[in-house]
């Protein structure tokens, strides 16, 4: 009897010949590239040093295409914005020590995030391995140990021999729903090593399925049929799993309203009759969503954002699917479905029976003009403007990226992304200097559309050594950053706290002048005509930062009434 696993493939005869006579002159570093290759990947980012100076050395003998940048949590930042754009595992390659420990905030908004980055980092000779104090350079009693809390998996390569099948492995993890970064680390002397071992020729990896399991579906699949308000709070995994339109024809079946986290930004059509929008911060909003009968949660673990800072207390029934073990009834009790958003909403397209609801646009109606009528009363022109003037410069297919600053948090809850996967921020960590890396990132993975970064002057000055990279490689992103003269955000925060602030002030470069010093274009402008010079700077190859001195203010909260 022949089973299915009893089946391999035969080598052809070039492959045996290439086996028998792989070419002279390849080290370690030339297998980890070698199997980069073979699993599909065109593109890495990273920064060298010491330790990794052989995987480096393996680029220019290989068709990969090497975007460096100048800081490695940068370039973390822009593996992740490569990897949530096209849903491939973005390899990062690291060294040792110093280099690999600054990348840990950008991997854990990867984490965060859900997005598949694949960290490859160089480690101590092999000699130095396993906790002693040898003294080497970059020397750490255990690089994993700081990594293991952030990352999904960590797999170690003591010989060249492992090394295909470690980097596979991770490739493998990192796509595997959730997605997320992982961590690969290989010693100096295994990169830098002459080896014999084959030209790696394959590199099949797939992710495994996380299908419902269907007697919860079909238990989901009557509750909302047979509920009489139905709603759907969409997160960040509807996006990641491509499901929008699945997520589009469920609403339309059963009638149900649906509002998107910050990180679901762009799950469902803004302008849609049953678009909630994302004003996920609202008390009208909360309460909505308090009086569903019947809640779908679809890839969210409503966390502290998407529960209006867990004010939010469900009084109906909670439906919860998500990829994320950990996230189901984490936060509210629910019928918790451990599945991928994507294969989940269709077991429900294929089993819940069409509800009838002609009130249902009504009351979404309703709820968004209770909304716009306490924004209103707070005299926010100039925000709500800016995030307008920002909507009509930007064009419809282009993303957008946003740093922790004041007017990306009205832009999670008021701006139209207009499109899926289009619209990202740092708002899974918080933390700061995210945007501008990002966005390079996302002009690597295609160049064919403008790419927006909005940043406030504090977290630009994160990344301004990016400029670098964004003129060395010319890609097309257009800086917005909003200069109000320190942390704006955290300068409100502690005045409504203490009455004064401590420590938000910043001294801060003349940045048109510092981008012009680059060889990047710069301009200053106004609320005015921030639409005119925001358009002309995206319709222009490579990359331009505009600046826009402004004092932003937050619209109240709501989490804090009674």
């Known amino acids: 009897m022949t089973h299915d696993h009893d089946l391999v493939l035969k080598p052809t005869a070039a492959q045996t010949e290439a086996a028998l006579n792989p070419p002279p ?12 290759a ?11 040093g010491q330790h990794a100076l052989g995987m480096f050395d393996a680029l220019r003998r290989s068709d990969l295409r090497y975007i460096g940048l100048r800081v490695e949590n940068n370039a973390g930042f822009a593996a992740d914005a490569y990897g949530r754009v096209t849903g ?3 390899p990062l390659l690291l060294s040792t020590g110093p280099g690999a420990l600054t990348s840990l905030a950008a991997l854990q908004e990867a984490a965060a995030a859900s997005a598949p980055v694949l960290a490859i980092s160089s480690q101590i000779p092999t000699a130095g391995l396993g906790g002693g104090r040898h003294g080497y350079l970059h020397e750490l009693p255990d690089q994993q140990a700081s990594f293991r809390g952030v990352v999904k998996s960590v797999h170690t390569v003591r010989t060249q021999s492992q090394i295909p099948s470690a980097i596979a492995d991770a490739w493998k993890s990192a796509l595997t729903v959730p997605h997320g970064p992982v961590w690969v680390e290989i010693p100096q002397d295994v990169l830098l090593s002459e080896t014999a071992i084959p030209v790696v020729t394959g590199g099949d990896a797939f992710p495994e399925e996380l299908p419902p399991r269907p007697e919860l579906t079909a238990l989901a699949a009557h509750l909302l049929s047979n509920a009489e308000r139905p709603a759907i709070i969409a997160g960040g995994g509807v996006v990641r799993a491509d499901a929008s339109g699945k997520l589009r024809a469920l609403a339309e079946r059963l009638q149900a309203p649906v509002v998107t986290t910050y990180g679901g930004k762009g799950a469902f059509p803004w302008t849609h009759p049953l678009s909630l929008q994302s004003w996920m911060e609202d008390r009208h909003m909360t309460d909505f969503l308090e009086d569903a009968d019947v809640l779908l949660v679809v890839g969210s673990g409503l966390g502290e954002l998407s529960s209006n800072y867990h004010t939010f207390k469900p009084r109906g029934r909670v439906i919860q699917v998500d990829a994320d073990l950990g996230k189901l009834e984490s936060n509210h009790p629910a019928l918790g479905i451990h599945a991928d958003a994507r294969l989940a909403l269709q077991a429900l397209l294929e089993t819940v029976v069409a509800r009838e609801d002609e009130a249902a646009g009504e009351r979404v109606r309703g709820v968004l003009d209770r909304v716009g009528e306490r924004i209103a009363a707070q005299e926010l022109t100039l925000e709500q403007g800016l995030l307008k003037s920002i909507r009509a410069a930007l064009p419809s297919r282009s993303p957008s990226f946003w740093d922790m600053t004041i007017l990306s948090y009205w832009a999670w809850a008021g701006f139209d992304p207009r499109g899926t996967n289009t619209m990202h921020s740092a708002q899974g960590a918080g933390g700061l200097g995210y945007a501008f890396p ?15 970064a909005v940043s406030g002057d504090g977290g630009a000055l994160y990344g301004i050594a990016e400029l670098a990279t964004a003129r060395q490689y010319d890609l097309n992103v257009t800086w917005l950053i909003v200069d109000d003269g320190g942390y704006g955000i955290l300068r409100e925060y502690m005045t409504d706290a203490f009455g004064e602030a401590t420590g938000t002030e910043l001294s801060r470069p003349d940045y048109v002048a510092l981008a012009e010093s680059f060889g990047v274009p710069g301009v200053r402008t106004s609320a005015e005509t921030l639409e005119a010079d925001l358009a002309k700077a995206l319709g222009e190859p490579g990359p331009t930062v505009v600046v826009l001195p402004a004092v932003l203010r937050m619209f109240a909260a709501t989490h804090l009434d009674d």
């Open 25 to 36: 002159g390849r080290n370690g570093g030339d297998l980890v590239v070698e199997t980069l």
């Open 38 to 48: 073979g699993l599909g990947t065109t593109t890495v980012f990273g920064l060298p």
């Open 88 to 90: 491939e595992a973005a």
């Open 438 to 452: 990002a966005a390079l990132g996302a002009a690597v993975a295609d160049p064919t559309y403008p790419v927006l």
